[in-house]
């Protein structure tokens, strides 16, 4: 379980699952019920964009292979680097994590200015200690079968790549471990809307004892 930052804090929950679990589709329900979603996946390309400090450190560390013509990164060639190399994926952390934890306070204190609470989602939300920014964690939980066939459709990515990013992600069993509540995403997608006006409705309840 996740330790409460404070019974006086804004209530952040965390939105977290495996790629291809759907926790995206999940947090556009949360969107559509007018709740504020801070996308930890946009932070880690904000602080990358051309001119900022970070794509210059990466150029200089991996070279010019990783730059698009147009000057942006290419996400995914760096992916496959930093999924097959543990050193060079704790070199990148080492670089991004803080600058992406210091975008992400920001937008949440953007957030919580107008809605009753916010949710971030992020998909390193425990790998990169982005839990303790939260009040309690929603997993978005299927298979690591589902996962597969899910983010192979989607991506067009091979099964051994998707499965490489897997490896990579924290297991789904110590994803289970930390979560506070667990969304099955296993169900038919037609019920997500009803499943998190459920959960909108409880922490709703639980911002105002905040």
């Given amino acids: 379980m996740t330790k409460k930052t404070s019974t006086s804090a804004p209530l952040i929950v965390g939105l977290t699952g495996g790629i291809g679990s759907g926790k995206s589709t999940v947090a556009k ?91 971030l989602e992020s998909p390193l939300l425990f790998e990169a200690d982005q839990h303790l920014l939260v009040s309690e ?19 067009s990515n091979t099964k051994e790549q998707i499965q490489s ?14 979560a506070d509540l667990v969304f099955d995403n296993s169900l038919p997608e037609n019920t997500i809307p009803a499943r998190v006006q459920d959960l909108h409705q409880q922490f709703l309840v639980k911002a105002v004892k905040q």
């Fill in 29 to 119: 329900a949360f969107i559509a019920l007018g709740i504020q979603v801070v996308d930890a996946d946009y932070a880690s390309r904000a602080v990358v964009e051309p001119g900022m400090p970070a794509l210059k450190a990466i150029e200089a560390h991996f070279g010019t292979k990783l730059m698009l013509p147009d000057g942006c990164l290419d996400r995914p060639a760096l992916r496959q680097i930093i999924f097959s190399d543990k050193v060079q994926k704790s070199w990148l952390e080492s670089l991004l994590h803080p600058l992406i934890r210091d975008w992400i306070l920001s937008q949440l204190e953007l957030a919580l200015a107008s809605s009753p609470y916010v949710i």
């Fill in 137 to 155: 964690v929603l997993l978005v939980d299927v298979s690591v079968e589902l996962q597969l066939t899910r983010a192979m459709t989607r991506d």
């Fill in 165 to 178: 990013i897997i490896n990579a992600q924290m297991s789904r069993l110590d994803r289970l471990g930390k």
